[in-house]
């Protein structure tokens, strides 16, 4: 306890937490020439060589799903809580130089409580498993379940067995899937306990305490909920006038967080957690308290857990658990009150769920009473029971008190605006909406959501017409909403910030989603006034498509394409005198480390956007940094395009009308065989443009070819989008 208090206090003596980033030189793993081989072992060559087709489709999609996740922009390297990893690393594979050699592990943004190996020895661990961890030991047990994998070569024996499935069987297996990049990461249930049992040996002879494997079990079993369980108090959630009726706040026992004790292991990844928890015990044996919680730096570990706890805030926002979000900052503000960190990622928490309630995707963010379990659920009860324009005053009377108490933060500024404005628009134009101090009245606002007894029975005879029943319709008689900002309708501040907002015009919503893998078939044209000199190019896409096969994607080398597109790229772009920067992996070098970690930014960024795709505009989580990026390079548009080839279908019915009218009609013969031989092809090139700064989509173009893509077609098509971006 000492530890973690210490721990703690040393983030409290700072006034605001530092995001992880990435830092130093690219590894190589991340550069596109490396991520081209397959590090497997002899061993695998030989056993594959009676079906080479088979290893070597296993090596291009195995290849293709490591280099998306590298280039994803959620992997992080170069960091102390990276170099505190591989000091742990070191400790476990000291015996084995060798296989250290050959394992890189880093780090991956994401709240979920996983780590995952690859076949080329790259393991990740997520920043949500790392928060959740009680002792160095813990995670020493996760990094040598990791390394089973990789020396047991599990990727390539699960992707052999999973060809051998029938086809109802496979699309079960591939159905089970939540990411289908990491189809080259799942291993069945026999293979995760072989990993235990491997992975128990690693831990054991680096010394570890045996007894902290079973820690480990525990904390998975927990790993839905946050990393600690405090009460919730009322008061965080209450503001100087705004207070929640009692009617939406369970002040009693929330529901308790279900441990799973279920031993049925059927439906699942891995084996049950009581079964892995029962072999483990059997080979610890009478020796639980053999070795050390510690190897490596005790101090280290809590300072970088804490350092992941603090992150969590901000992942579970990427992730739509705006609800975790705000809880993990109350958690961590008992010990740290005053981070300014906490205040932002509050206030744009606010931010998201009055975005998801004004577009009807409540449900999208808040969960009912019956699926929240634990301190959580105070939250979403509260949220759940609230009506729109109660959550929008909730939101714009909070998000005005962090920015009193931070009067200089920009970003806390920033989505205060934005949140003033979305409420303006919604719900009133003018601050005469609120009532003055002089009628504030807090027994008057509790009194809306209490109900008489005589009330009751009012209701009901109404309700029914006289008849007996015990359902009472409970009718709200009045709103809290309107008491809630009586001093901040008199402050100048607010009131020039509520008077300078424009109205937000509401538009249609599009049927289809925005994103640069299904872009909208529609054309939109800049606006006249825009001038845009510079871009970004941050995310280009190449696939070739085969829908003839069963599984449709080829993951062949597509660097001479790739090439073949940047380079038209450029050239378009001069011929229009328009300067474009391309941030793209295939583009970086080594060196090129500052631009690699600033593209990561914008790639989560656009991946937030595209989540949100039915809004004019957005914020994004890292609103702060893409400010800055937008500054630094000079240019707040950052583009994303798609370029697809298509092998298509044959229609055998249409070349089977063609056989029989040239039956009647020989000339035709020769004409009908080479349209049954020829295969039909088709191409694809998406373009997007978004203003970052604003999260606006500026510009989008598709267009579809009855032919294979080609450098001269893609020219001609860049060109008139460059051409249509300056407005020539």
């Known amino acids: 306890m000492l530890a973690v208090f210490f721990s703690l206090t040393i983030h409290a003596q700072n006034n605001r937490h530092n995001i992880i980033r990435c830092s130093g030189p690219i590894p190589e793993d991340f550069l596109p020439n490396k991520i081209k081989t397959v590090l497997l072992s002899n061993d695998v060559n030989k056993s594959a060589g009676k079906n080479k087709k088979l290893f070597t489709n296993f090596s291009l999609g195995n290849n293709y799903a490591i280099y998306n996740q590298l280039v994803s922009g959620y992997v992080i390297y170069g960091t102390p809580l990276n170099n505190y990893i591989d000091r742990v690393a070191d400790k476990l594979l000291a015996n084995d130089v060798e296989l250290r050699k050959k394992i890189r592990f880093y780090v991956f943004e994401s709240p979920q409580v996983n780590a995952f190996a690859f076949s080329n020895g790259i393991i990740f661990l997520n920043i949500g498993l790392f928060a959740q961890l009680k002792s160095e030991a813990q995670l020493a047990f996760v990094m040598s379940h990791e390394?089973?994998?990789?020396?047991?070569?599990?990727?390539?024996?699960?992707?052999?067995?999973?060809?051998?499935?029938?086809?109802?069987?496979?699309?079960?297996?591939?159905?089970?899937?939540?990411?289908?990049?990491?189809?080259?990461?799942?291993?069945?249930?026999?293979?995760?306990?072989?990993?235990?049992?491997?992975?128990?040996?690693?831990?054991?002879?680096?010394?570890?305490?045996?007894?902290?494997?079973?820690?480990?079990?525990?904390?998975?079993?927990?790993?839905?909920?946050?990393?600690?369980?405090?009460?919730l108090q009322k008061d965080f959630l209450n503001g100087t006038y705004l207070k929640i009726p009692e009617k939406y706040f369970i002040n009693g026992d929330v529901k308790a967080i279900a441990i799973d004790t279920n031993e049925i292991d059927s439906l699942r990844t891995h084996p049950a957690i009581p079964k892995r928890k029962q072999s483990i015990t059997l080979k610890i044996g009478d020796q639980s308290q053999i070795g050390k919680s510690f190897l490596v730096s005790e101090e280290e570990f809590y300072k970088r857990r804490n350092e992941c706890r603090y992150e969590l805030s901000r992942l579970y926002m990427l992730d739509k658990d705006y609800v975790k979000s705000i809880y993990n900052c109350y958690l961590l503000m008992t010990q740290d009150p005053d981070n300014e960190y906490f205040y932002e990622v509050l206030v744009k928490s606010l931010y998201f769920l009055q975005i998801n309630f004004n577009n009807s995707s409540k449900r999208d963010v808040v969960l009912s009473k019956y699926k929240a379990a634990g301190e959580t659920a105070r939250i979403h009860y509260m949220l759940s029971n609230m009506k729109t324009e109660e959550l929008n005053v909730w939101c714009l009377r909070k998000s005005w008190e962090y920015h009193t108490k931070f009067p200089d933060n920009e970003e806390i500024f920033a989505f205060t605006k934005k949140i003033t404005q979305h409420f303006k628009s919604e719900f009133a134009e003018d601050v005469s909406y609120f009532f003055p101090i002089k009628e504030y009245n807090d027994s008057l606002i509790q009194s809306f959501y209490v109900i008489t007894q005589q009330e009751e029975i009012e209701e009901k005879k109404k309700n029914n017409k006289g008849r007996k029943s015990n359902k009472i319709r409970v009718v709200n008689r009045g709103s809290y909403a309107k008491y809630s900002m009586p001093d901040f309708i008199t402050q100048k501040h607010f009131l020039d910030v509520y008077e300078s907002l424009p109205l937000i015009a509401i538009t249609e919503e599009n049927e289809e989603e925005i994103s640069p893998k299904k872009i909208q078939r529609v054309t939109q044209k800049p606006k006249k006034e825009l001038d845009i000199?510079?871009?970004?190019?941050?995310?280009?896409?190449?696939?070739?498509?085969?829908?003839?096969?069963?599984?449709?994607?080829?993951?062949?080398?597509?660097?001479?394409?790739?090439?073949?597109?940047?380079?038209?790229?450029?050239?378009?772009?001069?011929?229009?005198?328009?300067?474009?920067?391309?941030?793209?992996?295939?583009?970086?070098?080594?060196?090129?480390?500052?631009?690699?970690?600033?593209?990561?930014?914008?790639?989560?960024?656009?991946?937030?956007?595209?989540?949100?795709?039915?809004?004019?505009?957005?914020?994004?989580?890292?609103?702060?940094?893409?400010?800055?990026?937008?500054?630094?390079?000079?240019?707040?548009?950052?583009?994303?395009?798609?370029?697809?080839?298509?092998?298509?279908?044959?229609?055998?019915?249409?070349?089977?009308f063609e056989f029989l009218v040239s039956f009647f009609y020989p000339p035709l013969i020769p004409f009908t065989i080479y349209d049954a031989v020829k295969p039909d092809k088709e191409s694809y090139l998406g373009f997007a443009l978004f203003d970052v700064s604003n999260g606006k989509i500026v510009y989008i173009r598709e267009q579809t070819f009855n032919t294979d893509s080609n450098p001269d077609l893609l020219k001609s098509e860049l060109y008139n989008i460059f051409l249509k971006i300056k407005n020539k």
């Open 147 to 231: 390394i089973a994998h990789y020396k047991q070569e599990h990727s390539f024996k699960a992707y052999t067995h999973q060809k051998t499935l029938s086809r109802k069987e496979r699309k079960s297996f591939e159905e089970s899937s939540l990411r289908e990049e990491l189809n080259f990461t799942r291993f069945s249930r026999i293979q995760e306990q072989d990993a235990d049992e491997i992975g128990f040996n690693i831990f054991k002879e680096s010394g570890y305490k045996l007894n902290e494997a079973l820690g480990l079990l525990d904390v998975l079993s927990m790993s839905e909920y946050p990393f600690d369980s405090l009460r």
């Open 533 to 656: 000199n510079k871009i970004i190019i941050a995310d280009l896409t190449q696939i070739s498509v085969d829908e003839r096969k069963s599984e449709p994607i080829l993951y062949r080398a597509m660097e001479k394409r790739t090439q073949l597109l940047m380079n038209s790229i450029n050239i378009c772009a001069q011929k229009n005198n328009l300067d474009v920067l391309l941030m793209l992996p295939e583009a970086t070098k080594e060196s090129d480390s500052i631009i690699f970690a600033d593209r990561n930014i914008i790639i989560k960024y656009l991946d937030e956007r595209r989540r949100y795709s039915d809004l004019d505009e957005l914020y994004g989580v890292d609103y702060g940094d893409i400010k800055k990026l937008t500054e630094k390079y000079q240019t707040k548009y950052v583009g994303v395009i798609y370029n697809a080839g298509f092998i298509l279908k044959k229609d055998w019915g249409g070349v089977a």
